[in-house]
């Protein structure tokens, strides 16, 4: 049987080109998305569903996550905050859902440890990225051994973050070498329709286009 991993895939670009890099691996890929009241939550699971098949996923795994939503705290899941537009600002931005990742990568362990797959594939970038506390890469590794201790000896999960030391520029000029369909990602915090261009994550992926001088194959409102 060949290694399998499971592939966390929020259809944007960065967990995109992970799960290309994980195809590139030769895993088997158990593709995992999460909705979970995001603002761009159908936009998001269509991208994840095109790109699940791009790298020939062996299964699919659609979760459910209301609780963040019922939280709030966060622009991206409490409509009664503004999702700010005005540019990159110092500390944790109030895009921020609180600890995210960690519940993510705890239910990508379980569906690891179902599967006898050994090893999890994370987009997480810290160089260059909003500013979140859960992609930091030291919070990762932390996350791996945790992970390890509360689950079956032989299990032995190692979680990989391809991408944590790239800056954006990086991810956009290594996506277009492996052939990413960029094309079927999405990174607007806004919209679903055509991407705002000024929210935070729509300024990262539009500078990393312009300094690997590429041009985004999204439609852009602004």
């Not at 603002?39 to 996923?57: G, P």
């Not at 609180?98 to 990568?105: A, E, Y």
């Amino acid at each position: 049987m060949k290694k399998r991993c499971v592939c966390i895939i929020s259809g944007g670009m960065d967990s995109a080109l992970s799960a290309k890099i994980a195809q590139n691996d030769e895993y088997e890929i158990i593709a995992l998305h999460f909705n979970y009241g995001q603002r761009t939550e159908a936009k998001e699971l269509e991208s994840f569903r095109k790109i699940a098949d791009a790298v020939n996923a062996i299964e699919s795994y659609e979760i459910d996550l209301p609780f963040f939503e019922s939280i709030g705290a966060s622009a991206l899941t409490d409509k009664s905050i503004d999702v700010p537009t005005g540019g990159l600002e110092d500390g944790v931005p109030i895009t921020y859902v609180p600890f995210r990742n960690g519940i993510f990568l705890s239910i990508a362990s379980a569906i690891a440890e179902k599967h006898n797959a050994k090893a999890l594939y994370i987009g997480v970038v810290e160089e260059d990225s909003s500013g979140y506390p859960d992609c930091r890469e030291e919070y990762i590794k932390q996350m791996q051994k945790a992970i390890n201790l509360g689950t079956k000896d032989e299990t032995d999960i190692t979680i990989e973050m391809p991408l944590v030391n790239l800056k954006k520029s990086e991810i956009v000029q290594k996506s277009l070498e492996l052939n990413v369909p960029l094309e079927h990602t999405w990174s607007c915090y806004k919209e679903e329709d055509r991407a705002c261009g000024v929210c935070d994550s729509c300024r990262l992926r539009l500078k990393g286009f312009s300094e690997a001088n590429a041009t985004d194959p999204i439609v852009y409102a602004d």
